[in-house]
């Protein structure tokens, strides 16, 4: 009987030959950790799309780390000078409209965003305003405001202190008379997830804040490091982005910048920028007190827990997150896998092989944590499964 789709093929196929005895102690032994018909089940479903087997989607090509414009420019030195960070508290992303501060709902950040302004030139550090999430169950709640380097806080404004708490803390730089100071400690990693200002940042930040909390759990950080999405911060187009506040051996709070970070980079970010204070160079957007300018010439940093580190020199084809991408017969290759093929053929194949080579990837990665003979076994069925595919196709053209 024939079998009126491909993927209906391999899935017979699959079933065939996990009846086999001489593959079942060898499938017991995956248990749940990885069962070989999942491997191949999932094979049949990457013929039909290769995306659901890379975990990806359209809005991740679109707005997400697989979109075109990642890493097409220079990011160092795209971080306007500033010598002071202002945070304000305030709800959570899903809340705060394109832009918070003109909400005439919530006066909070209009009313604090306006004190500012009309103070601006009595103001004498050049201080930069953004809202984070503030709520409870989160970090930190409504109203509290956060203030880097002094890595000071306080809690719970009010619409009636704004003008008093700008003029004694911002302007004259005194503690607040009406509210009590509090000290910030550890690392503090600020994340733009502002979707409703731009999508990429909707897209891109929620999954890096996901991340970054799962791999500081994994690490016991969870005292020592916090996250926290925050507003817009300056070049949607680089997202994700993200700021890092920590202290320096002499105890000096930097603001390090980072811009084209994926959920890859995280593990480098806490292992080699917060834990042996090494700059991430080829995702290095800048720092808190250097100019656009200053910002592209820093060639030596002293980070948390850095021994006069050198920032770690990395070329963009050393990215793991980036990946060398080399022309395909007849096809133009361009970098970071976008195409300039202008033959509709020639790009439709560049995207199945690019397709190809994510699922052997994926598959690389996961026959590396195998035994050996778990190796061979999976080896044999997708073997099967492929030869039966391909004389299956022939028979299909043939009829």
């Known amino acids: 009987m024939r079998i009126g789709h491909r993927r209906g093929t391999l899935i017979f196929v699959a079933q065939h030959y996990f009846s086999f ?3 079942q102690p ?3 032994r995956f248990g749940s950790h990885f069962p070989l018909k999942t491997l191949v089940f999932s094979m049949a479903e990457a013929v039909d799309n290769p995306s659901s087997f890379s975990g990806e989607s359209d809005e991740d090509f679109k707005y997400g780390f697989q979109r075109e414009e990642m890493y097409k420019a220079s990011i160092a030195g795209t971080v306007d000078a500033y010598d002071r960070h202002v945070f304000l508290c305030f709800k959570s992303p899903e809340d705060w409209l394109p832009r918070v501060e003109g909400s005439d709902s919530d006066l909070l950040p209009k009313l604090f965003s306006s004190a500012l302004k009309s103070r601006k030139n009595d103001i004498a550090v050049k201080t930069k305003f953004t809202i984070c999430e503030g709520r409870d169950g989160t970090e930190f709640s409504d109203g509290d405001v956060l203030i880097f380097p002094e890595m000071i806080k ?7 202190d704004v003008d008093s708490f700008v003029d004694d803390v911002i302007v004259n730089g005194k503690p607040w008379a009406s509210g009590m100071q509090e000290v910030l400690t550890g690392s503090h990693i ?15 930040g929620p999954v890096l804040i996901q991340k970054l909390k799962e791999e500081i759990d994994l690490r016991g950080l969870g005292d020592q490091v916090f996250v926290t999405p925050c507003s817009h911060v300056g070049g949607h187009k680089y997202a994700g982005n993200l700021i890092i506040y920590s202290p320096n051996p002499e105890g000096k709070i930097m603001g390090h910048w980072y811009g084209y970070v994926t959920p890859n980079d995280v593990p480098e970010l806490l292992d080699q920028h917060i834990g042996k204070g090494e700059i991430i160079e080829r995702i290095w957007r800048g720092q808190m007190g250097s100019s656009t300018e200053e910002g592209e010439k820093v060639d030596e940093q002293k980070l948390p827990n850095g021994k006069d580190q050198k920032r770690k020199k990395k070329h963009q084809e050393d990215s793991p997150s980036l990946g060398n991408k080399e022309s395909v017969a007849g096809c133009c290759q361009g970098a970071d896998g976008v195409s300039c093929c202008r033959d509709a053929t020639l790009v439709d194949k560049c995207t199945s092989e690019e397709q190809g080579k994510k699922v052997l990837t994926k598959l690389s990665h996961w026959m590396g944590t195998w035994e050996q003979g778990d190796v061979f076994a999976t080896i044999a069925v997708v073997g099967a499964v492929a030869t039966v595919a391909v004389a299956y196709s022939l028979y299909r053209r043939s009829g």
């Open 21 to 23: 005895t001489s593959l």
């Open 190 to 204: 600020f994340v733009c997830a502002h979707g409703s200002r731009d999508k990429r940042c909707g897209v891109c």
């Open 154 to 160: 306080y809690k719970s404004l009010k619409d009636s």
């Open 26 to 28: 060898r499938l017991h």
